[in-house]
């Protein structure tokens, strides 16, 4: 039921580094994508993936992992994602892309979720480096990654509070927490 696997689907940033992902499931993911709204249907979006350990620690060295977590640098080595997809735009076939790499995104995180995986898109990219370390052609514009693997920390949903604040936060058990506003707070009529 797709209103159990949005529910499920957290923002996860600690996984359990020794449980692989398969270059063929990452397939699946991005294979997923081709049924998404497309801007003007034109697809612009590209993918790289990675499953593979030395390629997944130059990706993981061009991320930035919690903003409201300052003194978290990211998942320690044994945490950090089995795999990554990024979402490239080929500035080739559209100039702009639109909302089209977060549908696909939130696209690849409900099949992770549907597969037992769980993830995190990040945009906090060292976009500059990443291009360097990978050879990625200059027509293709990064947009998003997307780090995957089995999760390893528990994400709790909690009501945001009279006080208005929605930046999650860890409790002294790691348990990540994040305020959602409520049903009535976000209906405006």
């Known amino acids: 039921m797709i209103a159990n696997l949005v529910r499920n689907n957290r923002s996860y940033r600690r996984f359990d580094q020794g449980a692989s992902i398969?270059?063929?499931?990452?397939?699946?993911?991005?294979d997923l994508t081709r049924y998404c709204a497309s801007a003007a249907n034109l697809q612009p979006l590209k993918y790289i993936m990675s499953s593979e350990p030395d390629r997944n620690a130059?990706?993981?060295?061009?991320?930035?992992?919690?903003?409201?977590?300052?003194?978290?640098?990211?998942?320690s080595e044994g945490e950090r994602p089995a795999a990554y997809i990024i979402l490239l735009g080929d500035t080739?076939?559209?100039k702009s892309f639109g909302c089209?790499?977060?549908i696909a995104g939130q696209t690849v995180l409900l099949g992770?979720?549907?597969?037992g995986l769980g993830g995190c898109m990040i945009g906090s990219v060292k976009r500059k480096e990443l291009r360097h370390a990978l050879a990625i052609p200059v027509h293709l514009e990064i947009l998003l990654v997307?780090?995957?693997?089995?999760?390893?920390?528990?994400?709790?949903?909690?009501?945001?509070?009279?006080?208005?604040?929605i930046k999650y936060w860890r409790d002294d058990q790691g348990v990540h927490h994040v305020p959602k506003r409520s049903l009535d707070e976000i209906i405006w009529s």
């Open 100 to 102: 089209d790499h977060g």
């Open 58 to 75: 130059t990706i993981f060295e061009q991320l930035g992992w919690a903003a409201y977590l300052r003194d978290w640098p990211g998942p």
């Open 92 to 94: 080739a076939v559209a």
């Open 146 to 165: 997307i780090a995957l693997g089995k999760p390893q920390e528990t994400v709790v949903i909690e009501t945001v509070g009279p006080d208005g604040g």
């Open 22 to 30: 398969e270059l063929e499931t990452l397939k699946e993911l991005v």
């Open 112 to 115: 992770a979720a549907e597969k």
